[in-house]
């Protein structure tokens, strides 16, 4: 038996050719595209670990802050504990003058 080559067989050989001939054209202009695709995911994923060590840094900052002002606060409750001290031992002082005050006069009547 052989095989006899028609108008239809020929278009069809024909029409797979130039399918197979469009796929390689195809997948020649896809091979940049493919590239840059790569390309990109790499730099999302970097861009990825940059927002997490932005992340990372924002919440330190915060956390130095927080500690910056904790110790503002204790500082600034230090500073009115010792200037009601202050005032305490000025008005102590006053008190203790009157009192020697007094004592000195009461023995100079004496």
Known sequence: MTQQTTPDSISIIGAAE????A???LETALMP???RLKMLEANSE???????DRARLAQELDD????EISAKEREDAY???EAEFAQLAEETMREMDSV???VKSALARD
């Open 46 to 52: 970097n861009a990825a670990l940059l927002d997490e």
């Open 100 to 102: 020697i005050s007094q």
């Open 33 to 35: 595209m493919q590239a």
């Open 23 to 25: 796929l390689k054209k």
């Open 79 to 81: 500073k009115a504990k």
């Open 64 to 67: 130095s802050k927080a500690k």
């Open 18 to 21: 130039t399918l197979q001939n």
